[in-house]
Every structure is written in structure tokens, then in C-alpha cells.
């Protein structure tokens, strides 16, 4: 075994290179290095990979985490199978997720539609066209009880994909679960809130940092008070990818965003190991193999020594990374999109390899528009083909240990490291945010990436490569335009019907808090739930005191 | 010496999806066009009135909410009015086929979909814009 201290070894790797391995030319036509623009070298030993394993592996379950976050990981419990849904109005999508409960699925994840991402109502003049288009339109407590219907709370967990008006769903949610008798302690699931992440990638911001922090920071406090098995942030850097950064980007800016949220909060008074156990994650799955299993044993690695070493957390659950993953949207393709399905898959395979604890897989009609019931059947089949078929989940991180993986585990948790100190250096993550660091990061990766396609030094199968004449069409999902009707006048009938009184008085004390310092909003967010207060309502009320963010856009 | 193309890369709607618009925006920059990116979460208005402000000879729009059937024509029909037949404009994004040739009847003059060569969107601009 290679370790650090081994002063003995010979340089035999360098000596087979260059005796053996040199007089064979290589191929010019592809590059070598990770999608990310890492080096490979040809091979990996002892030679040129150092690890400790005590100090760097470890055991599953154990500090650093490096090869899961669970004693028996797979053989214990499988992943989660979550597959991301919504579309439409709350009728339709109660209806989807009834659909994949039936099929085998074991959590939900909630798609929420641009407007109610925007905080707008769908009746409101910017919401026009885009009402159940990208998601559900959810305007107020009413539509998440029929989100729900039939679905019993203290039976499932759910995720929220929601960030700018998360207090607001939080509370819908809370609402819900005490119509059905499920006390808010028994309710489990993820909200996404991670507001940072907005800004530097996905853009779905409402108001400025600070406010947008402080929102945060409350539903933290509120969930270490009174929703124990809630997560109330996953600190996401699926969308970083998403918009074009390199796997070490995606790893160091998410990694950054949990250490800001961690002193936000010790900041806010709390203990640290009150609320870190709930913290969560969520990372993308891309195509470069081993650069995404790495990633993701790079990350348990890094979060335990920093919760244990630099934030004093003395409760091993604080120093446990848990994350979901999603395969990357990003790499689907809208020529030739069966070919997808094999993307998905090995994307997917990465994700259990760098043991993921849930797992949503795209369906291959998604560069086109949201995914048909078919589509999504057989998204979820690939993992339940991963899960029962392949043998993969039989042994705990099966590739701990490989000179190539060790190595490129370690490299990333180096470039992290370099990120963070720059972080450092302009002042935090607010602070880079505002002088666009990751925003201009981010475009630079993606346009080198983009370029290297267009060289055809990378190969993308049926785009620069293999394309066909004639594509085949494929069936897709339309989205019926009058179900945007039928939302506006849902949400209007509830306006005429709700006590206008209790509205008013709710917004009036939402307004009154927000503008002080020292209240935490999700009791007032609660209280004006229940009076039927729609998210338009409550994140206008929100802008009159806090204002909106506009970010100067890099390219 | 011939008349920079003039283009404006604009976002309509609410999503955030501005990777394929900033990759477009760099690249018709690198190739030599005079480029303007609205940034994001414009309404139809303001892209208009971005367009004419700038004097552009083409119009970019990326849209990935699926609202394109909503945005777009208002884009357009807005174009029309203040510009008449003047300006070309492009869309990008996760567009259906269906959609797409309805835009095209409508006045777009090409969809490129994800996974479309930059140099194609910069050859197709060269092609068809007359600079003014």
C-alpha cells in the first residue's frame, strides 16, 4: 500500500513510461485531461499516488467519511429513488407523483414553476406563458393541499425544490401536514433554500443577499427548533455545474457556500452541532466517470474535517456529509435523444459509486421539454437496473483504493482548497458573489469547454460525431395551454373567498417583522399561510422592505 | 471597412438559464460582432426596447421556460412595429420541433436547440443579416 511515509519506493513508473509506454504514440485527435480540464496521466501506482489510508479513507461511517457517510451504506438501505416531478397545476402533478409512488418510488421531489420560483402569483402580469410550464404553479396553501391529497405526510418524504420563497413553501408544507394530523416534528423531508447557489448560478434571486440570508437563517433555526427531521437547506451544486463550471468548481463553490451558511448561523447565536446534523447536500452527475466518483468522496472528506476542525463540531452526525444527486441535464442532447438513456445511466452509476443517498436520473426526452410518463418510467427503471441487476451495491465504495481514483480524490480536494482561499481573499462569499468571481469563473469554464467541442477535441456522440441526416421525432410531453387559465382563475376565486381582513393583518405583520432585525418570519410566514396569503403577496410584501437583486451579467 | 454585425442576446421570461446565452454572447463577440446582453428576466418591452436603443441588426433570444410560444411572438410583433421587417431574429433553447416551425411561420428566422455548434449561429448571422 502506498502511503506517505514510504521513502523506499523506486521510480518504476516513470522508468515504464518512459521505456515502454512512449514508444507507442498516442492518440491527438481527444483530449486526455477530465471533461473538467484536469491532467491524466496513463497510469496510476504506487509510485505516483501517496495516500494514508487511515488518515485520508478510514472506514464507512467513520471520520473523514471518504468512503460513505454510512456503516453499511447499500446493503443497509438503497438510495432514495427520487425522481423530480411537476407540471401543470396541483391536480396534475398529484397525479404524477401518485404515479411514480406506485411504480416504485420511494420519495417525492416537487418541480416548481418559474413564477412561483420568482415569487409571482399566476395571475400576475410576469407570469404570463410560464404558469405549469417548468414545474407546478403553487400561488398559495390551497394549491399544496391538493398537491398532496391523498398522499399522507408522516409516509413519505418530500423535496421542495425552492429557494428565494422557501419560508413560504416551508410553511405550506407545515400547513398541510396539520391538516392531516402530522405534528411538523413527524415530517421529513429536503427544502432547497440555498440562496447562494442563485446567485452565483441558477438566478432565481427575489431580494439582495443579506435579507435573502437572514431568510435563511431563520428556517434553519426554525427547523433545529421544531422540525427535527427536516433538512432545511440542500446546498446545491447541481445548478453550478449546470450553468458550465468544471467538477472542482462545483465541489469548492458548494463546499464555500455550506462553510458561509455554517458561520451565518453560529453568527445567528446557534451551536453548531444543533443544526449542522440537518444540513444536506445535492451534487450533479456528469459524464466524467471517475472525476464524478471522486468529487463526491472529495466532498465527505473535506466537509467532515472542516465541520470537526475549523467549526468545533463535536457530534459525528455534524460531520456527515449526506447528498442527493441528480444526473446532468446539462449533458443530454436533442439530437439523437435516446442516446441520453446511456448517458443517464452512467452518470447514474457514478452517483451510487460515490455513494449517493438519493438519486433523481433525467429521461431522454429532456433537452426537449419536460419528460413524458414513458420517459420517466424508464429514468427510474435504470436505477432500479443499477440498484437489483448490477452487483454494484454488494461491496462499500467498491473503488476506494484505486491509485486513479485516490489520486484524482485528492487533486480535487486540492483545487478546493485553492478556491477557498480565494474566497477568503475577497472578503466571503456575499463578497465574491458581488464582484461576479464565480459568476466570471463559471463562464470561462463553460466557454472553454464549449470550444473544445466545437475543436472536436471532446466527442459528443450524434452532435460532433456519428450525427444522423434525419433525426427521428420523438414523442413529448405538451403542456395543455389552458391549464395557465385555469390557475389564474383558481388563484382568483380563492382571493374572492379568503377573510380579506386576516390577509391584510397577516402582510401588515409580515412587514413589520421583516423590517426589524431581530424576529424570526416564519411564524408570521406560518400565520399568513393559513389565512390563505398567496407567495405573490408575501414576496411583494417582502420587496416593498427589502428591495430586489439585479446582478450585472459577465460573459 | 465593412459594418460590424450588431446582435442583441436577450432572456426573456423568469428561468435563469443563462449558460447557452453567455456561451452565444462570447462567441459572436470572438467573432468579431458588436455584442449586447440584456441580461436576465426581461419582459418582450424591454428586449424591444433594448433592440432599438442599440440599433441591432439581429436579435438573439434564449429561452429555456417553455414559454417560448408566449414570449417570443410578443418579441416579434413588438419588432415589427418599431423596426418593420429590419431586424432578424434567432431563438435558442429546448425548443420542440413543432414550436420551432411555428415560430419560423411566425418571422424567426432560425431555432437552434441544444447542442448546436456555436459556429453555426455565427456562419447563420453572417449569412443573413444585411448590416445597415
Not at chain 1, 429 to 445: C, G, L, S, Y
Amino acid at each position: 500500500m502506498a502511503t506517505t511515509e514510504d521513502p523506499t519506493h523506486l521510480d518504476s513508473t516513470g522508468k515504464w513510461r518512459r521505456e515502454t509506454y512512449d514508444s507507442t504514440p498516442e492518440r491527438t485527435d481527444e483530449l486526455f485531461t477530465t471533461i473538467s480540464g484536469l491532467e491524466n496521466e496513463p497510469l496510476y501506482t504506487p509510485d505516483n499516488v501517496a495516500f494514508d489510508y487511515g488518515r485520508d479513507l478510514g472506514y464507512p461511517g467513520l471520520f473523514p467519511y471518504t468512503r460513505g457517510v454510512y456503516p453499511t451504506m447499500y446493503r443497509g438501505q438503497l438510495w432514495t429513488m427520487r425522481q423530480f416531478a411537476g407540471f401543470g397545476t396541483a391536480e396534475e402533478t398529484n397525479a404524477r407523483f401518485r404515479y411514480l409512488l406506485e411504480h416504485g418510488q420511494t420519495g417525492l421531489s416537487t418541480a416548481f414553476d418559474m413564477p412561483t420560483l420568482m415569487g409571482h402569483d399566476s395571475d400576475a402580469p410576469r407570469s404570463c406563458g410560464e404558469v405549469g410550464r417548468e414545474g407546478v404553479a403553487i400561488d398559495s396553501l390551497d394549491d399544496m393541499e391538493m398537491l398532496f391529497a391523498g398522499i399522507p405526510l408522516d409516509r413519505v418524504s418530500t423535496s421542495m425544490t425552492i429557494n428565494s420563497p422557501a419560508a413560504m413553501l416551508l410553511a405550506f408544507y407545515v400547513c398541510v401536514g396539520e391538516n392531516q394530523l402530522v405534528s411538523r416534528d413527524r415530517l421529513r423531508g429536503t427544502i432547497q433554500t440555498d440562496i447562494l447557489k442563485e446567485y452565483i448560478a441558477q438566478k432565481e434571486f427575489i431580494f439582495p443577499p443579506e435579507p435573502s440570508m437572514r431568510l435563511v437563517i431563520d428556517m434553519i433555526e426554525f427547523c433545529a427548533a421544531e422540525m427535527p427531521l427536516w433538512h432545511p437547506v440542500s446546498i446545491s451544486g447541481y445548478h453550478i455545474r449546470e450553468a458550465g463550471s468544471t467538477a472542482a468548481q462545483e465541489l469548492a463553490f458548494t463546499l464555500a457556500d455550506g462553510f458561509a451558511y455554517v458561520e451565518a448561523c453560529i453568527d445567528r447565536g446557534l451551536d453548531v452541532d444543533e443544526f449542522a446534523p440537518r444540513l444536506s447536500f445535492f451534487f450533479n452527475a456528469h459524464l466524467d466517470f471517475f472525476e464524478e466518483i471522486a468529487k463526491y468522496r472529495a466532498a465527505r472528506r473535506i466537509w467532515a474535517r472542516e465541520l470537526r476542525e475549523r467549526y468545533g463540531a463535536t457530534n459525528p452526525r455534524s460531520w456527515l456529509m449526506r447528498f442527493h444527486t441528480q444526473t446532468a441535464g446539462v449533458s443530454l442532447t436533442a439530437q439523437q435523444p435516446e442516446v441520453n438513456i446511456v448517458r443517464t445511466a452512467l452518470e447514474a452509476l457514478a452517483a451510487v459509486l460515490g455513494g449517493t443517498q438519493s438519486l433523481h436520473t433525467n429521461s431522454f426526452d429532456e433537452a426537449l421539454a419536460l419528460p413524458t410518463e414513458n420517459a420517466v418510467r424508464l429514468a427510474l427503471r435504470t436505477q432500479q437496473v443499477i440498484a437489483h441487476e448490477t452487483g454494484v451495491v454488494n461491496t462499500i465504495d467498491p473503488l476506494g483504493g484505486s491509485y486513479h481514483v485516490e489520486e484524482l480524490t485528492n487533486k480535487l480536494e486540492a483545487e478546493a482548497y485553492r478556491y477557498f482561499d480565494r474566497i477568503r481573499e475577497l472578503g466571503g462569499v456575499v463578497a465574491a458573489i458581488k464582484e461576479n468571481f464565480f459568476q466570471r469563473e463559471i463562464a470561462d469554464a463553460s466557454f472553454r469547454y464549449q470550444s473544445e467541442v466545437e475543436r472536436r477535441q471532446r466527442v459528443i456522440v450524434g452532435v460532433n460525431r456519428y450525427e444522423l441526416a434525419e433525426e427521428q421525432p420523438v414523442e413529448i410531453l405538451k403542456i395543455d395551454p389552458a391549464l395557465e387559465q385555469k390557475q389564474i382563475e383558481r388563484v382568483r376565486a380563492l382571493r374572492a373567498r379568503r377573510d380579506t381582513a386576516a390577509v391584510e393583518a397577516a402582510l401588515a405583520q409580515l412587514q413589520r417583522e421583516a423590517a426589524t432585525e431581530d424576529r424570526n418570519l416564519m411564524r408570521s410566514i406560518i400565520e399568513a399561510s393559513k389565512a390563505y396569503v398567496t407567495i405573490g403577496e408575501m414576496c411583494d410584501a417582502l420587496r416593498e422592505v427589502w428591495g430586489v437583486w439585479r446582478e450585472t451579467p459577465v460573459f | 471597412m465593412a459594418q460590424k454585425i450588431r446582435v442583441v442576446i436577450a432572456k426573456p421570461g423568469l428561468d435563469g438559464h443563462d449558460r447557452g446565452a453567455k456561451i452565444v454572447a462570447r462567441a459572436l463577440r470572438d467573432a468579431g460582432m458588436e455584442v449586447i446582453y440584456t441580461g436576465l428576466h426581461q419582459t418582450p418591452e424591454q428586449i424591444v426596447e433594448t433592440a432599438v436603443q442599440e440599433d441591432a441588426d439581429a436579435v438573439g433570444i434564449s429561452i429555456l421556460s417553455g414559454a417560448h410560444m408566449t414570449l417570443v411572438p410578443r418579441i416579434i410583433e413588438g419588432l415589427k412595429q418599431e423596426r418593420g421587417d429590419d431586424v432578424l431574429v434567432v431563438v435558442g433553447g429546448t425548443i420542440p420541433t413543432d414550436d420551432a416551425d411555428e415560430l419560423k411561420r411566425l418571422g424567426v428566422s432560425a431555432v437552434f436547440t441544444p447542442g448546436a455548434p456555436t459556429s453555426e449561429i455565427v456562419e447563420f448571422l453572417r449569412e443573413h443579416v444585411s448590416v445597415s
